[in-house]
């Protein structure tokens, strides 16, 4: 695939983390030549509910990116839970053609029972927002190009195969640690193959919509 042909890549944090965690892969994709963007949540704490940080993903495509440019999507940690919620319910899966989920609890983790901050209890196992989420996950990404990476070692994301969505390429990882993902040299490896994939959904036109 040429320089011309990829679509930008949006990168979303997680917990406390800002633009700054994405470094190395940003440095990394950057170098093979995809154009890489980044922003930060606010807040990232946890205080805001995650549906309203998917809004903020909304708000950034929309300010950043032509009505009928695609794109392709990753989502690290609460930012997998967010961006999947760009996906489906804010009208996300018109525009992006690759989503990559690292590390995310799609079915819930139990170090989320820890605080009780509105975005950290929807991420719950069993909360109302997941399984709001995960009741047609199937049939709206079905649409895109998924790929779900997650680690068993995860502890984080307790227990690790919660990051698990039985959808599109799912890649398990042993790498040491939740926060150690987003620099391991084998996950850059398999977001650069992955980035590269061709399109196998025939999406429709963004500019008939």
């Known amino acids: 695939m040429s320089h011309n042909q990829r679509n930008p890549v949006l990168l979303v944090h997680g917990l406390y983390n800002t633009v700054n965690k994405f470094n190395t892969m940003t440095n990394y994709l950057t170098n093979l030549g995809w154009s890489v963007h980044c922003f930060n949540l606010q807040p990232n704490n946890g205080d805001g509910h995650l549906d309203i940080l998917a809004e903020q993903v909304n708000h950034y495509i929309n300010n950043n ?11 690290f940690s609460m930012g997998g839970i967010i961006t999947r919620y760009y996906l489906q319910r804010l009208g996300g899966i018109d525009r992006v053609h690759r989503y990559i989920s690292i590390s995310a609890p799609n079915n ?33 990404l ?18 690790a195969h919660s990051s698990k969505i039985n959808l599109g390429t799912e890649i398990k990882l042993p790498v040491f640690s ?5 620099r391991d040299t084998r996950l850059l490896n398999i977001l650069s193959q992955s980035l590269s994939q061709p399109v196998t959904m025939v999406k429709k036109s963004l500019n008939t919509r």
């Open 142 to 159: 079905s649409h895109l190009n998924v790929t779900i990476i997650w680690t068993p070692y995860d502890l984080m994301i307790f227990p």
């Open 65 to 75: 990116f032509e009505p009928n440019q695609p794109l392709d999507l990753i989502g």
């Open 108 to 140: 819930g983790t139990l170090t989320a029972y820890a605080l009780s901050r509105p975005g950290i209890k929807q991420m719950r196992p069993n909360s109302q927002f997941l399984q709001d989420l995960n009741k047609d996950i199937h049939e709206t």
């Open 178 to 182: 939740h926060e150690w993902m987003v």
